[in-house]
């Protein structure tokens, strides 16, 4: 079965673009859909062409393999120019997502009859691209330009209703999308039914553009294709056609030679990589997961019941009193009401996903749960009598999970008789919320609990990352590096702010300061009270227990690095404490720049993560992206810390760690042994 094909249905043809999986515009497909168009565009019997495509969706873009590579023709804005010239009526059939080239491909015919399933969307920036094929200049053509920048700069799909109602899709199809969509085409008048979105014109005040980078400015800070969409959108309503489309172009290429698209579809690749785990495939099985339990109702407990509750799947939260466990069910109430008085969730689903929430403080009602999540006080001997007590309830082959952000989960499962069916599932606070899942395997989970793990996070739509066991993981073992370089910094002579700051600037949703505070900067302090003092430097946390100690615990006690009252201001004892603590240690204080201060929270992270490589605890470089990137907001434009390290080149990063190693002492600074030899090679 070729790629592209055509079949001649009496007066119709219907063009089938078959490319698994996703059928990516790739050039085979260029070339096929090129070639079909112009053979039964020059058929006599053809009154009208229907583009459908089969499998699991209509295309969902152009190939992303193939940005970055040497252009191969027919290029996709040609293959729009040629559809643009045919003059017979085009009405595309769509199902599944038809995103980005495969929605333009869309839009450049004359019509769009959708399955009452499909989303349709132009997530270019997604990638740090804008549409290249046409779309920043015929959505706002067919949808007007607010609706169009909406779409455009937000990336996210929208569902059939919405396309209705916008006017992207002339029909919905509830039953056989093929035959009515050749039935629709059929309908069309003889004359008028040829409706190129190209011939259209729009109008808009140019304020209007100025208002909307505005309104962007916050979500897409730092990010050069949301701004570059206006532009181009602009354009379509100043600009004949054909000068828009060379202006979108031009931007298109020179957005996909830059560093951010590079970075970011580097991630879009490591998301999708991280779930491929040696020796584990899609012939592993994976154990049914149709009841969850819960241990623990606080902030995360109760976050993680959502998770599952979001989805259809019952959850037995357990608490220690009734009273707790009512309190936990009104915290997952409030959340709740919340995401109704938003208009992100109905009432009606409110009721339904609160109906399959039970409350217990009985370990025996848990032994039906086929996934058992502990999130209870982060304290070994507690987690493992939790586990103990689990052993002894819990039906056989049901999988036990510990939500620990840094305990050995070998030493948790070791009070079971069963630690092949134990494994780490760490959630990030806020748990419903967070994209993220770093999912930790000890040395004994067997391969089907790893692969569940995987499965239930693609239902609950997070990004698993699997992690060996270690202090921390990946991802709380590199932030506290992050955070280390933050206090010693601090301690040299770098104001809060100052910190603060410049990893904004670098492109952080917040500084790290501003971020205990909003954590809590007693939780790190009661974790390091039951670690050894050869396990971290004590100095990079001394002005944090000191904060504690008078009563400074963050954004909840109303003062932490930061005051809050009406604004938010500098808590001055800060300063005070960190030049007590700084001649304590013997620190010469000094002016810090900004670029220093960068310089080592980046490469804190990078030296951490080789060395995390090369203990095996990551599978891989990406991986370590993805963790960095969805759980702590690296910004994505830059691509995780390692894709950047890649990016500021390895030699260059090794020679900077040895400058610190001189400067800050090798205790922390000693290269990783695989940078060493990366670098040697790079
Ligand atoms: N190009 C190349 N490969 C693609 C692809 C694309 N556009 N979209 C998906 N794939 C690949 C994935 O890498 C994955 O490969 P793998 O199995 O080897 O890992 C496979 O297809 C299946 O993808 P998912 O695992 O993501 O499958 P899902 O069912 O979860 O999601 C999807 C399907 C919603 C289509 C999702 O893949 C997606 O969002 N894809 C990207 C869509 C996109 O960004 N399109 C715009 C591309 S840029 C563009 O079109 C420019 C144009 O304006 C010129």
Redesign the pocket.
């Given at each position: 079965m070729p790629i592209v094909s055509a079949d001649i249905r009496d007066d119709i043809a219907v063009i089938t673009i078959d490319n698994p999986?996703?059928n990516?515009?790739s050039l085979a497909v260029r070339s096929g859909l090129s070639r079909e168009l112009a053979l039964v565009n020059s058929d006599d019997r053809v009154e009208a062409i229907v583009i459908v495509c089969a499998g699991?969706?209509f295309c969902?873009?152009?190939?992303?393999?193939e940005f970055g590579k040497p252009p191969m023709d027919p290029s996709?804005p040609d293959l729009m120019t040629e559809m643009d010239a045919i003059e017979k009526p085009l009405v595309a059939a769509m199902h599944g997502?038809a995103?980005?080239?495969?929605f333009?491909v869309a839009l450049c015919c004359h019509y769009r009859v959708m399955d009452t399933g499909t989303k349709v969307g132009?997530?270019?920036v997604?990638?740090g691209?804008i549409?290249?094929?046409g779309?920043t200049q015929r959505l706002p053509r067919l949808i007007g330009v607010n609706a169009a920048l909406d779409m455009i700069t937000g990336g996210k799909p929208i569902d059939a209703r919405k396309a209705v109602e916008l006017g992207v899709a002339d029909m919905l199809s509830a039953d056989d999308l093929l035959e009515d969509a050749i039935m629709f085409a059929r309908s069309l008048p003889p004359q008028d039914s040829v409706r190129r979105v190209s011939d259209l014109t729009v109008h808009a005040d140019s304020e209007i553009f100025d208002i909307y980078k505005q309104k962007i400015a916050k979500r897409a800070r730092g990010f050069l294709a949301p701004f570059t969409v206006i532009e181009a959108v602009k354009i379509a309503t100043e600009m004949p056609f054909e000068e828009g489309i060379d202006f979108e172009r031009e931007k298109?290429k020179e957005l996909v030679a830059s560093p951010q698209s590079k970075a970011q579809r580097h991630l879009?690749?490591a998301e999708?990589?991280a779930a491929k785990i040696p020796g584990i495939d899609r012939s592993t099985p994976t154990r049914a997961i149709n009841s969850v339990a819960v241990i623990g109702g606080g902030i995360m407990g109760c976050g993680i019941a959502i998770n599952f509750l979001n989805v259809g799947v019952p959850v037995t939260l357990l608490e220690v009193s009734s009273e707790a466990a009512d309190a936990a069910r009104e915290k997952i109430s409030k959340i709740y009401r919340s995401s109704v008085s938003k208009g992100r969730m109905t009432e009606e689903e409110l009721l339904t996903n609160l109906a399959n929430l039970s409350l217990s403080t009985e370990y025996e009602e848990l032994s039906g749960a086929d996934l058992i999540i502990e999130a209870v006080f982060e304290d070994m001997d507690v987690k493992k009598d939790v586990f103990a007590k689990l052993n002894a309830v819990a039906k056989p082959g049901a999988i036990l999970a510990t939500n620990t952000s840094f305990l050995d989960i070998n030493d948790i499962a070791s009070a079971t008789s069963r630690p092949e069916d134990v494994i780490g599932l760490h959630f990030f606070s806020p748990a419903h919320i967070m994209p993220l899942l770093e999912v930790v395997r000890t040395g004994d989970t067997s391969d089907d609990v790893i692969a569940s793990a995987f499965a239930l996070a693609k239902n609950i739509r997070k990004t698993p990352v699997l992690s060996g066991v270690c202090y921390g993981f990946i991802a709380n073992r590199m932030s506290s590096c992050y955070g280390r370089e933050v206090g010693l910094l601090q301690l040299e002579g770098a104001g809060v702010e100052q910190i603060d700051q410049v990893m904004y600037d670098f492109g952080m949703p917040m500084g790290m300061f501003t971020m205990l505070d909003m954590a809590g900067i007693d939780i790190g302090v009661m974790a390091r009270a039951k670690l050894s003092k050869d396990d971290y430097d004590e100095r990079a946390f001394a002005v944090h227990g000191a904060l504690v100690e008078r009563g400074h615990k963050g954004q909840k006690s109303g003062s932490g690095f930061y005051i809050y009252d009406d604004d938010k201001t500098l808590n001055s004892e800060v300063e005070t404490i960190a030049e007590e603590m700084a001649e304590k240690f013997g620190i010469e204080r000094r002016t810090v720049s900004d670029q220093e201060i960068e310089e080592r929270c980046v490469l804190a992270l990078v030296n951490e993560g080789y060395k995390i490589l090369e203990e095996g605890i990551a599978l891989k470089e990406s991986d370590i992206d993805v963790v960095f990137a969805l759980g702590f907001g690296f910004p994505r434009y830059k691509g995780g810390p390692m894709h950047y390290a890649r990016h500021l080149g390895l030699k260059n990063c090794l020679k900077n760690i040895e400058k610190y190693a001189n400067t800050q002492g090798e205790r922390w600074w000693t290269p990783s042994a695989l940078l060493v030899k990366l670098a040697a090679e790079e």
């Amino acid at each position: 079965m070729p790629i592209v094909s055509a079949d001649i249905r009496d007066d119709i043809a219907v063009i089938t673009i078959d490319n698994p999986p996703v059928n990516a515009l790739s050039l085979a497909v260029r070339s096929g859909l090129s070639r079909e168009l112009a053979l039964v565009n020059s058929d006599d019997r053809v009154e009208a062409i229907v583009i459908v495509c089969a499998g699991r969706t209509f295309c969902a873009g152009a190939d992303i393999s193939e940005f970055g590579k040497p252009p191969m023709d027919p290029s996709l804005p040609d293959l729009m120019t040629e559809m643009d010239a045919i003059e017979k009526p085009l009405v595309a059939a769509m199902h599944g997502t038809a995103l980005g080239g495969g929605f333009e491909v869309a839009l450049c015919c004359h019509y769009r009859v959708m399955d009452t399933g499909t989303k349709v969307g132009l997530p270019e920036v997604n990638l740090g691209l804008i549409p290249g094929a046409g779309g920043t200049q015929r959505l706002p053509r067919l949808i007007g330009v607010n609706a169009a920048l909406d779409m455009i700069t937000g990336g996210k799909p929208i569902d059939a209703r919405k396309a209705v109602e916008l006017g992207v899709a002339d029909m919905l199809s509830a039953d056989d999308l093929l035959e009515d969509a050749i039935m629709f085409a059929r309908s069309l008048p003889p004359q008028d039914s040829v409706r190129r979105v190209s011939d259209l014109t729009v109008h808009a005040d140019s304020e209007i553009f100025d208002i909307y980078k505005q309104k962007i400015a916050k979500r897409a800070r730092g990010f050069l294709a949301p701004f570059t969409v206006i532009e181009a959108v602009k354009i379509a309503t100043e600009m004949p056609f054909e000068e828009g489309i060379d202006f979108e172009r031009e931007k298109f290429k020179e957005l996909v030679a830059s560093p951010q698209s590079k970075a970011q579809r580097h991630l879009f690749f490591a998301e999708r990589a991280a779930a491929k785990i040696p020796g584990i495939d899609r012939s592993t099985p994976t154990r049914a997961i149709n009841s969850v339990a819960v241990i623990g109702g606080g902030i995360m407990g109760c976050g993680i019941a959502i998770n599952f509750l979001n989805v259809g799947v019952p959850v037995t939260l357990l608490e220690v009193s009734s009273e707790a466990a009512d309190a936990a069910r009104e915290k997952i109430s409030k959340i709740y009401r919340s995401s109704v008085s938003k208009g992100r969730m109905t009432e009606e689903e409110l009721l339904t996903n609160l109906a399959n929430l039970s409350l217990s403080t009985e370990y025996e009602e848990l032994s039906g749960a086929d996934l058992i999540i502990e999130a209870v006080f982060e304290d070994m001997d507690v987690k493992k009598d939790v586990f103990a007590k689990l052993n002894a309830v819990a039906k056989p082959g049901a999988i036990l999970a510990t939500n620990t952000s840094f305990l050995d989960i070998n030493d948790i499962a070791s009070a079971t008789s069963r630690p092949e069916d134990v494994i780490g599932l760490h959630f990030f606070s806020p748990a419903h919320i967070m994209p993220l899942l770093e999912v930790v395997r000890t040395g004994d989970t067997s391969d089907d609990v790893i692969a569940s793990a995987f499965a239930l996070a693609k239902n609950i739509r997070k990004t698993p990352v699997l992690s060996g066991v270690c202090y921390g993981f990946i991802a709380n073992r590199m932030s506290s590096c992050y955070g280390r370089e933050v206090g010693l910094l601090q301690l040299e002579g770098a104001g809060v702010e100052q910190i603060d700051q410049v990893m904004y600037d670098f492109g952080m949703p917040m500084g790290m300061f501003t971020m205990l505070d909003m954590a809590g900067i007693d939780i790190g302090v009661m974790a390091r009270a039951k670690l050894s003092k050869d396990d971290y430097d004590e100095r990079a946390f001394a002005v944090h227990g000191a904060l504690v100690e008078r009563g400074h615990k963050g954004q909840k006690s109303g003062s932490g690095f930061y005051i809050y009252d009406d604004d938010k201001t500098l808590n001055s004892e800060v300063e005070t404490i960190a030049e007590e603590m700084a001649e304590k240690f013997g620190i010469e204080r000094r002016t810090v720049s900004d670029q220093e201060i960068e310089e080592r929270c980046v490469l804190a992270l990078v030296n951490e993560g080789y060395k995390i490589l090369e203990e095996g605890i990551a599978l891989k470089e990406s991986d370590i992206d993805v963790v960095f990137a969805l759980g702590f907001g690296f910004p994505r434009y830059k691509g995780g810390p390692m894709h950047y390290a890649r990016h500021l080149g390895l030699k260059n990063c090794l020679k900077n760690i040895e400058k610190y190693a001189n400067t800050q002492g090798e205790r922390w600074w000693t290269p990783s042994a695989l940078l060493v030899k990366l670098a040697a090679e790079e």
